[in-house]
């Protein structure tokens, strides 16, 4: 209790940089969300992340020599970006380097006109695209060779900076012989079919691959490798990024089994899949592990939905919003995710014998959407106090990534669906009709749509039946891109293009002043 009172103070001492601005509520939350995704672009991560001190590179406290021995290596939907300044950061150091990147990113990051994104004509980086669709593909599998020889070619004077981003499991494709790459995707697919999250997809992964789990840093052996992580898994996970080719990890065949029994595919594995998961124990993987694995690598996060929530934090204090980050881990059905921001929506205006109640509810359905019951009371109690104390608006944060189960044949994504069903929250509760909703993938992609995501607020379900659009039906047919284009003239959707970057998504709840504390 004493943590919730000191947390609380520090609430009441808060006071906006600069007076509002004149801006709409909508105008407002837009802009902090571009600033979330502006937060985390690969090319100002990197810079973030790397300093250069003479012929020192300065990794997370760590000093690393540099003596034209700096080799790169990358894979993943955002590296571009960052090897472009990586290389204006080290280049002069340079010696080689390769990046595996999705099919088409070159030709869309310069119709985007995100030129810092791209590499100069003069680069010592080889750029090759592949995994169309976010599959591993023959093409996919050739970059990874080649990174694989390249990290294969080092010494022990080498440097390794290898970056590494959502996407890059699919980018790095290296199956163990004798298993294909056809019976590795096989199982890959069958495992997101039946429901596998990610944690799981790349546990099954790392079991099968030369490269991920560590062993792209044990080919690297004995140069120095230093990893740099954009992270697209709740909670950061180093060794389930991209499949964690860069951090040690010992393959625990149990689990793997597990979870191959979970989604009932252990009796119909190929052969080659058995044999490899069998022979696990083999002369080759012992020895290898003799190595002193662990010595010669440095791994570290420089890019995260938490850092792209202080980023939109810090957007909407300027905008003299009132921020409040809650998590960056929600996660779970988005049909329980919309329904608790909805009860925190009317928690915020709620008081007595009601606010009780939602407390409660709130608290209860907090564990099912992955919010820690310490975070969500310590902002439970921000919202009390803000209730009392502001006359400005709060800007509720939280990050991650629900899941939708899909039902119908519509065009839409987590981000939009789930701004419609909070919408329809909101104006669903009393007098609650100007709270605003923001959910946005900080991609710039929400499912296969154009749209990153959509904004609402409680005036959505008179909106969408003055325009003769049938919210539930919507709904129903996972549509939420084909209802935002319709309503409004698609006024309400986030159209940022392709950002380069990908730190899951974003929410925000807008909460204007209860007119008591104005
Ligand atoms: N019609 C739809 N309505 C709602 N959600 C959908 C729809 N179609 C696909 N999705 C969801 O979109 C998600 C895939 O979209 P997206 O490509 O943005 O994935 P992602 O998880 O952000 O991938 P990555 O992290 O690799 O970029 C899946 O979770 C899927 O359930
Ligand atoms: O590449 C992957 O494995 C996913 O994007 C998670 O990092």
Redesign the pocket.
Do not use: Y
């Given at each position: 209790m004493a943590r919730v009172l000191t947390l609380s103070r520090s609430v009441l001492h808060w006071s906006p940089l600069r007076v509002r601005s004149m801006c709409s509520l909508e105008e407002q939350a837009r802009a902090i969300f571009a600033a979330a995704v502006e937060g985390v672009q690969p090319d100002s991560v990197v810079h973030r992340a790397l300093q250069r001190r003479g012929d020192e590179l300065v990794v997370a406290e760590h000093c690393f020599e540099l003596r034209h021995n700096l080799h790169l290596v990358g894979f993943g939907?955002a590296v571009l970006g960052m090897a472009a300044e990586a290389e204006r950061i080290v280049g002069d150091h340079l010696i080689q380097g390769i990046v595996s990147v999705p099919h088409g990113i070159q030709e869309t990051l310069q119709r985007h006109r995100k030129l810092n994104m791209l590499l100069d004509a003069s680069s010592k980086i080889k750029v090759m695209e592949g995994a169309k669709h976010?599959l591993p593909d023959t093409d996919a599998q050739r970059s990874a060779e080649s990174i694989w020889e390249l990290a294969c070619s080092l010494t022990e004077k080498d440097l390794l900076l290898v970056l590494i981003s959502?996407?890059g499991s699919a980018l790095l494709p290296a199956p163990v012989p004798p298993v294909t790459l056809h019976e590795k995707q096989e199982v890959t697919r069958r495992l997101a079919a039946a429901g596998a999250t990610i944690q799981e997809l790349n546990t099954v992964r790392r079991a099968l691959s030369l490269l991920k789990g560590g062993g792209l840093a044990r080919c690297a052996y004995p140069a120095q490798v230093v990893g740099l992580i954009l992270s697209?898994i709740i909670g950061d996970p180093v060794d389930l990024i991209a499949s964690g080719p860069t951090v040690w990890s010992e393959t625990s065949l149990e689990t793997v089994w597990t979870i191959l029994n979970r989604y009932n595919l252990s009796d119909t594995l190929p052969l080659s899949v058995k044999e490899v998961l069998n022979q696990a124990d083999s002369q080759q993987r012992s020895s290898l592990k003799e190595q002193p694995q662990q010595i010669n690598i440095l791994n570290t996060v420089i890019g995260s939905n938490a850092i792209a929530l202080k980023c939109a934090s810090r957007k909407a204090q300027e905008l003299g919003l009132r921020p409040v980050i809650l998590s960056p881990g929600v996660c779970g059905n988005i049909q329980a995710v919309a329904q608790f921001y909805g009860l925190l929506s009317r928690f915020a205006c709620s008081s007595g014998k009601e606010s009780t109640e939602l407390r409660d509810q709130i608290l209860k359905l907090g564990t099912e959407v992955g919010v820690g019951s310490w975070e969500l009371c310590c902002t439970l109690k921000e919202l009390e106090v803000v209730q009392q104390e502001s006359w400005h608006a709060t800007c509720l944060l939280a990050g991650g990534?629900p899941?939708?189960h899909?039902l119908g044949k519509?065009?839409?994504?987590?981000n939009q669906?789930l701004a419609l069903r909070v919408g329809l929250e909101l104006s669903r509760a009393k007098e609650r009709s100007r709270n605003m909703f923001l959910s946005g993938?900080t991609?710039g992609?929400?499912?296969?749509t154009e749209a990153a995501g959509a904004v609402c607020d409680g005036n959505i379900e008179s909106e969408a039946k003055s325009q003769g659009l049938d919210i539930d039906g919507f709904l129903q047919n996972?549509d939420?891109f084909t209802f935002f284009s319709s309503l409004s003239k698609g006024q309400r959707l986030l159209l940022p293009g392709l950002t380069g970057t990908?730190v899951m998504d974003v929410h925000m709840l807008i909460l204007p002043p209860t007119p008591s504390a104005q």
């Open positions: 939907k976010n959502g996407g697209d990534e899941t939708v899909l519509g065009r839409g994504g987590r669906e993938g991609d992609q929400d499912g296969p996972n939420s990908n």
